[in-house]
Each structure stands twice: as C-alpha cells, then as structure tokens.
C-alpha cells in the first residue's frame, strides 16, 4: 500500500513533543490537532470530546428528522425509531472512545433525554420516569454492559484478540488456591495517568470483577446478557428500597 502525502497527517502526541515536521516522498505531511481512522475522531490530547461531538451533533440530526417526518408519538413507535436510527450512531466502536468526563457523557445522555420528550404525554415526568415507562437504561449503564459483555467474548474466545494483551490473571500471580485466583479475577492495572485509567482493559477490570461468578462463568453469550439484565434490575432495586 502506498501512502499518499496530501492524505496522510501526523499527530503530535505527549505534553513535551518537539513537533518535528515529517515528510514523505519529498512532500511535507501536514500536521493536525485531530483526524478520523476507523470511524472514530482522534485528538492529540487522546481525549473522546471530539468524538463525542460528532456523534452528538449526528444523533440530534437523526432525531430531529423524525420527529418533523414522523406523526405517531406512541411509546412503542418512538422507542423503536430511536433504537434504530439514533443510538447505534452513539454506540459504535464505544469501547474504543467511551468519555469519562462528566460534560461529554451528560452531552451524550442529551440526546436520549431529548428522544424520550417525543413520546405523547410523558414529557412532564423526569428523566429517569421516561425511561422507565419506555423500558430504556441511561446510556452510561449500556456502555458498561457494553464494556463486561465484550470482555466475556474476549475472555471465551469468541474475538480474534490476544487476552495476555489485555487482561492478566490473579491465579498467574502465584501458585495459591486463593479466592481471587480460583474465580478467575482479573489483575486491576497500575496507571499513572487518567487516560490510561480510562482505556477498556482498565476501566472493565472493577465491574467484571463484582459480577458473580455465575454470570462470569456463563455457558453462551446469550446467557450471558439475560443473566447480566437479571442481576443489574435486581442490583438497582434493592438499592433504591435502602
């Protein structure tokens, strides 16, 4: 494959980088404070602000077409054009670039805030009451979802990933028979950065950990889901009775 200078940019990462100038065939390569690859806005800062713009502004876009070429507000035919047409725009690739700054996700949550307002006769009621009358989640709680179901496909062999790239175990620690050790725990990794905090094989580590074993350890992926839905209703109501 032969790169083309006028389609080629550089990125500038580190706080301390020298910006050196590049250049290829002769050419000088164009630097840039953020680009697309593989569908996803990257920035220098390795920051998903830019990402979660683009998606954002995309999304309402989406939305507001359908409610001007739409005349049904029922929950049902509101729900399904947003599951179809709106989220999967805010939730591909989301493992790769899932915000962690309070202003992106509550921008994110905007969007399903403002689907939630199209249905007749509910736009009274708080957020967290439309969802529950349209049987949604908050979106942050779909990523973690997101985030534990992909990491029991990688852990099952269900991706072409490597797991010793991405996760080690408390059981190759050492040799004991330990609690942590026979659940099959994953190793939390130690970050010095916040980014690094945030990338999928850290930030997954603490919510597949406090999963039961019997979810961790289901025979399918299906199985996995029901048993995952089964335990997070469950979860949310004992702590909203306390």
Aim: aromatic share 8%; glycine share 4%.
């Amino acid at each position: 494959m032969v790169l083309h200078p006028q389609k080629t940019v550089v990125l500038h990462f580190g706080y301390n980088n020298p910006r050196y100038r590049y250049t290829l065939s002769g050419m000088d390569i164009n630097s840039a404070d953020c680009t697309k690859d593989l569908g996803v806005q990257i920035n220098d800062k390795c920051s998903p602000s830019d990402q979660v713009l683009t998606v954002t502004k995309k999304a309402n876009g989406v939305l507001a077409q359908l409610r001007r070429t739409t005349i049904s507000r029922s929950p049902d035919m509101v729900t399904r054009l947003y599951k179809t047409y709106v989220r999967p725009l805010m939730e591909a690739s989301v493992q790769a670039w899932s915000p962690w700054v309070r202003r992106d996700v509550d921008l994110m949550e905007k969007v399903q805030r403002r689907a939630t307002k199209l249905v007749a006769g509910i736009g009274s009621k708080t957020y967290e009451e439309r969802l529950e009358i349209l049987k949604l989640t908050t979106l942050e709680k779909r990523r973690e979802r997101g985030d534990v179901l992909e990491c029991f496909k990688m852990l099952n062999g269900f991706t072409d990933t490597k797991i010793a790239d991405f996760f080690s175990f408390a059981k190759e620690r050492h040799s004991i028979d330990t609690r942590s050790a026979s659940d099959g725990l994953l190793v939390p990794e130690k970050c010095n950065l916040e980014i690094r905090r945030q990338f999928f094989s850290s930030r997954v580590v603490k919510p597949w950990n406090d999963l039961p074993v019997e979810i961790r350890t289901a025979s399918s992926v299906n199985s996995f889901k029901n048993e995952y839905d089964v335990y997070n209703d469950t979860f949310t109501t004992v702590i909203d009775e306390l």
